[in-house]
């Protein structure tokens, strides 16, 4: 049995995956803050997943935790989740004393991305594009995680597409984020709100000049983080998660929308038909916890090497 | 013994590489123009380079073509290498008919990013980005080239980075190419001569105000898709070849500038050091032929599944 945790800033998603990969339990829990409570919330999660479906412990081969901020995946160590109020983190070392069970520490966009794919049964190369408060990928190549040299593989949220654009919170001027990004559209907004990038679709609809052009900036830069990650990587489907899918039709239609009317002033983009390359993660998908559970199971990777 | 063949617009480069992979024969012949003269033009060079290096023609065991233009690897067939005269050349079985040699064919810029890869000793991940007349990348990861999954991988070119910026050959508005490709820039040039980058170099050296917008273009475009390869891919290091590496120093100073100016005003581009992560091919470096001559040697790569 493996079990898999997707930590999030207020809730950590919890599943248990069966040897032959199949979801046979799942809880939601609150996340504590700060490094004693998050590591004791994941204790937790770990206990009452266990006890609501009639898991030993002992029967629990590896947890994965997939988790925002910077990870060490040899360590486990997470640095910079700010989310969480934990700056650095020896989390799977301290995770395993507490249980006795292997833990293994992934980024959270990157354990998404292995879990939209082998849930979706993808077997060459996708894009799990992250719309939240911010903008990240990740990208898994035959059903492995694409890592990078240095953790910035899929971080297309901060590459610039308009020199005279918004200034983004990385310092740079009109990065994707700046378009797509929640929290960049929010403080773009300026109104208050709970739910202000629903509140910018609504008063768009409604008519209000600011927010429809904030509202095409959503689709036009989630339809610029589709085309870097195609001309780019060249990754096969693109699937749309993150926060902002809960905007449903209205994120998706749009980003495609943007797409068609991107290219049709070019016929190369034509031929890449991003349109029908792009897929949103149903509401309340596991994928994210999922991953985290392959993440865990995970032997560590042979390296490939190039005999020429 | 392998032979690899650069095959550009106006010449053939050639290798004959031995089996511990040192390079111990070099050639340059003529390309010929349309199908059969360029398929009698590669005879002729792996001919030419077995003959001055007396090498039995038996004794070659592998002849790896990089070519432009899009090609089927499985088949070995080219299309659209407009700069050949080749519209659909069945280019390995041809060759193959006339030597009795397997043959293999590449793009050539993913072959000469192989090349450069291998020749460099690069382990983890790199980029190949050719400044020539178009602008695009070949991307290596662990000594094997990054094919994507419809062939547009590393085509960085064609990603916009400005919605206002000049109309591109593809019909899409401000892509790097259009910034930093030698086709784009004479056009905006707009003036006679045979090396319209290096008049626009001198001519910006000069005061003039049109070459010293285009020069800052052509620096701009080159951090542009510097910083597209590794915000993506995350490739360690990214090496710049190409037609315009002719520039010498005021092409690569003037990226590695770019790349400093425009990290100025942000802590995370700074983190990464783009700077620091670029190189120049040197002039009349072989990695080009000797990358075709490892993709002719390649055996067919054993399919990596995830076992979660």
């Known amino acids: 049995m493996r079990v898999g945790l997707d930590v999030g800033g207020t809730k950590i998603d919890a599943v248990a995956v069966s040897p032959s990969g199949e979801i046979i339990g799942r809880l939601r829990r609150p996340t504590g803050w700060g490094d004693d409570a998050?590591?004791?919330?994941?204790?937790?999660?770990?206990?009452?997943?266990?006890a609501e479906n009639a898991i030993a412990m002992a029967d629990i081969g590896s947890v994965g935790i997939g988790i925002p901020g910077l990870v060490d995946v040899e360590s486990g160590r997470v640095l910079h989740a700010v989310n969480l109020g934990v700056e650095s983190l020896d989390l799977a070392a301290r995770a395993q004393a507490e249980l006795g069970i292997p833990f293994r520490v992934e980024n959270d966009v990157k354990a998404a991305a292995l879990g939209a794919a082998v849930l979706r049964g993808a077997t060459g190369s996708m894009a799990y594009l992250n719309l939240g408060t911010g903008v990240a990928a990740g990208i898994v190549i035959d059903g492995r995680i694409h890592r990078g040299s240095r953790g910035t593989a899929g971080e297309v949220g901060h590459i610039s597409v308009d020199p005279r654009g918004r200034v983004c919170g990385c310092g740079q001027r009109g990065c994707i984020e700046t378009l797509c990004g929640g929290g960049a559209l929010a403080k773009a907004w300026g109104r208050s709100g709970a739910l202000p990038v629903k509140d910018i679709i609504e008063a768009a609809d409604a008519g209000d000049?600011?927010?429809?052009?904030?509202?095409?900036?959503?689709?036009?830069?989630?339809?610029?983080?589709?085309?870097?990650?195609?001309?780019s990587a060249d990754v096969d489907t693109v699937i749309i998660g993150g926060g902002l899918t809960?905007?449903?039709p209205r994120l998706e239609?749009?980003?495609?929308?943007?797409?068609q009317a991107d290219a049709e002033t070019s016929p190369f983009m034509r031929s890449l038909h991003l349109d029908e390359r792009i897929e949103m993660l149903p509401a309340g998908s596991p994928a994210a916890a999922f991953g985290a559970a392959l993440v865990g199971a995970a032997?560590?990777?042979?390296?490939?090497v190039f005999h020429g």
């Open 253 to 259: 239609d749009g980003i495609r929308s943007a797409l």
């Open 246 to 248: 809960a905007l449903g």
């Open 209 to 231: 000049a600011d927010a429809i052009r904030l509202r095409a900036d959503l689709h036009h830069g989630g339809a610029a983080a589709v085309r870097v990650l195609v001309l």
């Open 299 to 304: 032997v560590p990777e042979k390296e490939i």
């Open 38 to 50: 998050v590591v004791e919330s994941i204790v937790l999660a770990v206990r009452a997943l266990a």
